[in-house]
């Protein structure tokens, strides 16, 4: 949803102290080439990631010389490799020779700060590091050539053409499917499925639990109502298998506008132990990006604030990248813990075209119509996967993420092939309908997993979502209701009018779908 439905009054804007260069922090591998700090600066180049003819490496360097306002890192590699993408920076390269220059957001490199940028290259042959870097035109320490990881004999997957249909099944299938892990599983994608560690399909089913997105900004706490253990039974007593946590960048990563009682350590510490009482009753945590940092007063602005006191219409560049490699940090790990990027961006309504809203969304940078410098979902995803977690990725569309009609040709470029699409609706939607349903998701769910992560009415019953519902199950696809919080179910819609699982009318359809669904 857009907006909570209650709590309006705001933390009055205290002027950010955060440091002036937002790191996008990638992975290293181990046995990383770390250079003694004996030049003006120092440069540690890893491959985090190697498969055959392609892999992904991050490149860090620390200045050790004067603060710079701005820099350039260049260095070459010396069997032909040529990178396809980058992050970080802005990225060229003209035959061998490679050229980093900082954003808008990250010039600012004092007198010992390190700046990391990453990026996704092709390779053939072999796959050695480079062994000189330059920062400014200042040769740096680099303390020798870097070991790369051996390729494993089955590339890594890359996601599927959205012109070729998924793969046939084959002909005869086994005997006896695969057994369900017992628990919350570690989830893959298998064509079009969600996928446990012993094969079974597996559909994710279940509620979102709001507060962690809103409460720390207005200053007021952590979590709307109690997400004690017995809290997160009742959640399970509905048969429910998945919970939605919704997060706020500036609380997660403790920048100075927040209370101190609400953010950084505290605000994380908070998020893991939701995550852990989750894990610990056998359900699914979804952590997901509800409220970002920058300006917007554009169409439909939730807000004039720049900080994360309301839902903008895409990721900012400043901070969300470093929300993702310090969230995909702490969780990459456990892998079943699911990422979902950004809540629901709407592009769409700040750019004059589809093809616009498209490429912003895709590719971030400068934005017709928003005036933050954006981070694009290809951002986003690099960033997760620049730490190393392999976990599922949920992407989603436009128009409040009620739009997915170009989601499989802008997709992102995912080099540990575990992305889904997620999508939301509610019955004041534009695609409220099977038509628009026919017509938009089913393409879609038919090259990749979809999970309406947001379902709901603001009617305060369940005709609506029965229709959805209906619709998903059909076709094996998971849902989530909105939300387990008790609000006044007209305004939110809210699921639930105690913590103990009494349902509103709208919830007692969701409750009672996922008990047949599930038994009980």
């Known amino acids: 949803m857009r907006h909570p439905p209650r709590l309006t009054a705001l933390?009055?804007?205290?002027?950010?102290?955060?440091?002036?260069?937002?790191?996008?922090?990638?992975?290293?591998?181990?046995?990383?080439?770390?250079?003694?700090?004996?030049?003006?600066?120092?440069?540690?180049?890893?491959?985090?990631?190697?498969?055959?003819?392609?892999?992904?490496?991050?490149?860090?360097?620390?200045?050790?010389?004067?603060?710079?306002?701005?820099?350039?890192?260049?260095?070459?590699?010396?069997?032909?490799?040529?990178?396809?993408?980058?992050?970080?920076?802005?990225?060229?390269?003209?035959?061998?020779?490679?050229?980093?220059?900082?954003?808008?957001?990250?010039?600012?490199?004092?007198?010992?700060?390190?700046?990391?940028?990453?990026?996704?290259?092709?390779?053939?042959?072999?796959?050695?590091?480079?062994?000189?870097?330059?920062?400014?035109?200042?040769?740096?320490?680099?303390?020798?050539?870097?070991?790369?990881?051996?390729?494993?004999?089955?590339?890594t997957p890359t996601p599927t053409d959205p012109t070729t249909p998924p793969t046939t099944p084959?002909?005869?299938?086994?005997?006896?499917?695969?057994?369900?892990?017992?628990?919350a599983p570690e989830l893959s994608i298998s064509g079009n499925q969600f996928t446990d560690q012993n094969g079974a399909t597996r559909r994710l089913l279940g509620v979102n639990r709001s507060g962690g997105e809103f409460m720390c900004v207005q200053g007021y706490g952590i979590w709307d109502g109690p997400v004690d253990d017995a809290s997160i039974a009742a959640i399970a007593d509905w048969k429910a298998n998945t919970v939605r946590i919704p997060l706020n960048e500036e609380c997660w990563l403790g920048l100075d506008n927040i209370k101190p009682e609400y953010r950084g350590a505290n605000y994380v510490s908070a998020v893991k132990g939701l995550v852990d009482r989750v894990l610990a009753h056998g359900l699914t945590p979804v952590v997901e990006l509800h409220w970002?940092?920058?300006?917007?007063?554009?169409?439909?602005?939730?807000?004039?604030?720049?900080?994360?006191?309301?839902?903008?219409?895409?990721?900012?560049?400043?901070?969300?990248?470093?929300?993702?490699?310090?969230?995909?940090?702490?969780?990459?790990?456990?892998?079943?813990?699911?990422?979902?990027?950004?809540?629901?961006?709407?592009?769409?309504?700040?750019?004059?075209?589809?093809?616009?809203?498209?490429?912003?969304?895709?590719?971030?940078?400068?934005?017709?119509?928003?005036g933050y410098e954006v981070a694009g979902m290809q951002d986003l995803?690099?960033?997760?996967?620049?730490?190393?977690?392999?976990?599922?990725?949920?992407?989603?569309?436009?128009?409040?993420?009620?739009?997915?009609?170009q989601w499989l040709e802008h997709r992102p470029t995912d080099p540990a092939g575990n992305l889904a699409a997620a999508w939301h609706v509610y019955n004041f939607n534009t695609c409220s309908t099977e038509t628009c349903w026919n017509d938009t998701l089913a393409p879609v769910a038919a090259h990749v997993p979809l999970l309406a992560g947001e379902i709901g009415e603001n009617t305060c019953a369940h005709g609506f979502v029965d229709r959805v519902m209906k619709w998903f199950d059909d076709r094996g696809l998971s849902y989530l209701g909105w939300t387990w919080n008790t609000w006044n179910c007209g305004s939110g819609p809210a699921l639930i009018t105690s913590y103990d699982g009494t349902p509103t009318a709208f919830g007692i359809g969701l409750r009672d779908h996922l008990r047949t669904l599930n038994g009980h």
């Open 11 to 155: 933390l009055a804007g205290a002027a950010l102290t955060a440091a002036s260069t937002a790191l996008v922090v990638t992975g290293t591998a181990s046995g990383a080439a770390t250079a003694a700090a004996a030049s003006a600066c120092t440069v540690e180049y890893s491959v985090t990631n190697q498969w055959t003819g392609g892999f992904q490496g991050s490149v860090s360097v620390t200045n050790n010389s004067t603060a710079l306002s701005s820099w350039t890192l260049g260095f070459g590699f010396p069997a032909g490799q040529a990178v396809s993408q980058g992050w970080g920076g802005k990225w060229s390269q003209s035959g061998t020779s490679v050229t980093v220059v900082n954003e808008s957001w990250n010039g600012a490199l004092g007198t010992g700060a390190k700046v990391t940028a990453g990026f996704i290259a092709s390779w053939t042959g072999s796959n050695p590091a480079p062994t000189a870097f330059t920062l400014n035109g200042a040769p740096c320490d680099t303390g020798g050539t870097t070991p790369t990881p051996t390729p494993t004999p089955t590339p």
């Open 170 to 183: 084959p002909t005869t299938p086994p005997t006896t499917p695969p057994t369900p892990v017992t628990g």
């Open 292 to 370: 970002t940092h920058g300006q917007y007063t554009g169409n439909s602005a939730g807000c004039s604030d720049v900080h994360a006191s309301c839902q903008k219409p895409m990721p900012d560049a400043q901070y969300t990248p470093a929300f993702w490699t310090s969230v995909a940090n702490t969780f990459k790990n456990d892998k079943r813990v699911v990422f979902d990027l950004f809540n629901e961006p709407y592009p769409d309504r700040a750019t004059s075209t589809a093809a616009q809203a498209w490429a912003c969304w895709r590719d971030g940078g400068s934005c017709p119509g928003i």
């Open 381 to 405: 995803v690099d960033a997760v996967r620049a730490t190393g977690a392999g976990n599922l990725v949920l992407v989603p569309g436009i128009a409040y993420s009620n739009d997915l009609s």
